[in-house]
């Protein structure tokens, strides 16, 4: 578990957190590097060799792994006295993050790692002794920061890691910490919900609800078009320059926080309705090289997805993902097949006569494949409440008829 705590650190220490981050940047980039040019000496055949490489690494010269990597980095302590600057385990750690982005790469199919600007934030990787006391904390070489515990560390809790980030804000602690207790995972249970989101409605639910999608960053782009344009006209190395761009990463810091307040918010109050959520897993990283990338970054579902799954898990509902192939397409009342284009917004089945907005009926499949993979049929689980709900779909159904009455 994480937790976020402002810090104050005096101007010494900013300034020595500042030159830590660009040593940590250095250590991983040059690791990347040391990387990269060895897999691109094993790339090229021998009767087709690229003129481009130009590092030609001998053939019995091992991949430098981590347990290497982190080896050379304490010989290389020895002739670099500014590798001394940073704590060890600070720059180990850093090597760990080299290694997980490669680790990444070959099991999930994440890019190749990129070399860095700039690094946002070091790593405490461990702490002998809680190193929190009444508004500092005691971090190794820095001694004591300014901390603001708006919020206390729960009891049974012991501190893991301390991660120092910088923001447009300032300077903070994110705090890991961890109880012996393990928590039960989450039976099935209770009134079943599927969701859909999506791009006309933020998320769909089974039950007939559509939230709103939010347009904070639409919204926003006017006052960071505003914010850009001011700062391109200031001039060129100037302070009043260093204050415009100040302004607009504060302004994507506001925009990212009021994004997860907004997701959180929406989690919370699935939680209040449901037992069991589904969500559909959906391939956001292939939906995004489309023309809609804008909007479907904007919306943050994967955020929200794993947001709702950390909610759900800690207020004990039960959470599953279910196939997303042809979800928008099926009938949730008798399953057969209704093809429908993106413009169409209603789903009126042909076989069954079943008429519900579209993402509506996409979030009922969802449901029902969430819960046909646990085995409970979709009139049990939600037989519960058989006297409400019913009456809830008919007026919804009255409504959409309505609707589609006027319409024509
Ligand atoms: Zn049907």
Request: net charge positive; proline share 4%; hydrophobic share 40%.
């Amino acid at each position: 578990m994480n937790f976020e705590y402002r810090l104050y650190p005096t101007a010494d220490q900013a300034a020595e957190m500042l030159a830590w981050l660009d040593i940590c940047k250095r250590v991983y980039n040059y690791a990347l590097a040391e990387r990269r040019d060895w897999i691109a000496s094993r790339k090229c055949r021998i009767n087709a060799c690229s003129l481009k490489h130009e590092y030609i690494i001998p053939v019995d010269t091992p991949y430098p792994d981590l347990h290497k990597q982190s080896a050379a980095l304490t010989r290389a302590k020895k002739t670099n006295p500014e590798l001394k600057i940073v704590d060890a385990q600070v720059l180990q750690q850093i090597l760990r993050q080299v290694d997980g982005a490669f680790v990444n790469m070959q099991k999930r199919g994440g890019g190749f790692p990129r070399f860095k600007k700039r690094l946002k934030s070091f790593c405490f990787p461990q702490f002998k002794t809680n190193p929190i006391g009444i508004g500092t904390i005691k971090l190794p070489h820095f001694k004591y920061v300014r901390i603001v515990m708006h919020r206390p560390i729960p009891e049974g809790f012991t501190v893991k890691q301390v991660r120092i980030v910088k923001k447009a804000s300032g300077w903070y602690a994110v705090v890991a910490i961890q109880s012996e207790v393990v928590l039960p995972t989450v039976q099935p249970h209770g009134f079943p919900i599927g969701i859909d989101v999506g791009l006309n409605h933020f998320v769909a639910t089974s039950e007939g609800e559509l939230v709103e999608r939010p347009k904070f960053f639409v919204d926003s782009q006017h006052k960071l078009k505003k914010l850009n344009r001011r700062a391109a006209k200031k001039q060129k190395g100037s302070k009043n320059q260093l204050k415009a761009f100040q302004k607009v990463a504060r302004h994507h810091e506001h925009v990212a926080n009021q994004r997860k307040q907004y997701h959180y918010a929406i989690a919370h109050k699935l939680c209040d309705q449901a037992g069991m959520l589904f969500a559909e897993s959906l391939n956001i990283k292939g939906m995004a090289s489309g023309m809609l990338a804008k909007h479907i970054l904007d919306a943050g579902w994967s955020q929200f997805l794993s947001i709702l799954a950390w909610v759900c898990k800690r207020r004990g509902v039960y959470f599953a993902k279910v196939s997303a192939y042809g979800s928008s397409q099926e009938c949730p009342e008798c399953g057969s097949e209704v093809c429908k284009d993106l413009s169409v917004r209603m789903h009126d089945c042909p076989e069954c006569d079943y008429i519900a907005h579209r993402d509506v009926a996409t979030s009922q499949v969802v449901r029902n494949r969430g819960l046909a993979a646990l085995g409970i049929g979709v009139r049990e689980a939600c037989g519960g409440n058989e006297s409400t709900r019913p009456k809830k779909q008919e007026i919804l159904n009255r409504e959409v008829r309505m609707l589609l009455a006027q319409g024509q």
